[in-house]
């Protein structure tokens, strides 16, 4: 159990609808990371929060928008969701900004029907 | 960030030692080398770190040539319970730019009875 906390677990849902998705930290972790995992296109980073401000942005949809709240915990949300959006929605999580060890949650796993 | 050339896959038997060797040619000198492991449906986890020459902790050993190209993976005795996909990351490390990580294809390793 790396610390880090998901919800849901899965998610099954339709094109053109709005889904968000949770994550808490590992207490004391500033730092919070999500990723999306597809069959073709493997692991891949999403985007970076640090403290409630976000720090940095990967191949992040315009139609994804992300926030970590004062209390830390993070949530992600899709909109406009098409098929190819289904996925493996990872967060993580680091003591502090840069360069050191990120600890995952177990995932959410969205369907888009 | 400097890429990471690591095999698609390998196949072991249990209690022998694997090695997974990871080219990275373009490293720079303040980039760490990172392995993460990974089961299905679930998030990576953190296995070792290193910088330059051998690091071991409890699951594995780290051993990094003095020109940094390449790093090898070593898990010794592994059992069934060690399939999964093995990550070599390069790169972010402490004080420079972002804590993202770029994930490649990893390795498959499948260990058999």
């Given amino acids: 159990d790396s610390g880090v906390t998901q919800t849901p677990k899965h998610l099954i849902t339709a094109t053109g609808q709005r889904v968000t998705l949770r994550c808490s930290p590992r207490s004391g972790d500033l730092s919070v990371y999500w990723y999306q995992q597809s069959l073709d296109q493997g692991l891949q980073f999403l985007i970076q929060y640090y403290n409630g401000e976000e720090r940095a942005k990967g191949n992040i949809l315009e139609r994804f928008s992300a926030q970590q709240f004062p209390d830390l915990h993070s949530e992600l949300n899709l909109s406009s969701l098409e098929l190819g959006d289904s996925a493996l929605y990872f967060c993580a999580s680091s003591r502090g900004l840069e360069g050191e060890t990120q600890y995952f949650g177990p995932g959410t796993r969205l369907l888009v029907l | ?113």
Wanted: with cysteine; glycine share 8%; proline share 5%.
């Fill in chain 2, 1 to 113: 960030l400097a890429k990471t050339t690591q095999p698609i896959s390998m196949d072991s038997y249990e209690g022998q030692e694997v090695n997974i060797t990871c080219s990275h040619n373009n490293i720079a000198t303040n980039d760490y080398i990172t392995w993460y492991q990974q089961f299905p449906s679930q998030g990576p986890r953190f296995i070792i770190q290193g910088y330059k020459t051998k690091v071991t902790n409890e699951v594995a050993s780290l051993f990094i040539p003095a020109d940094r190209k390449s790093s090898t993976l070593s898990l010794p005795r592994v059992s069934l319970s060690d399939t999964a996909v093995y990550y070599c990351l390069v790169g972010d490390s402490r004080g420079s730019t972002l804590g993202r990580l770029y994930f490649g294809r990893g390795t498959q390793l499948t260990v058999w009875p």
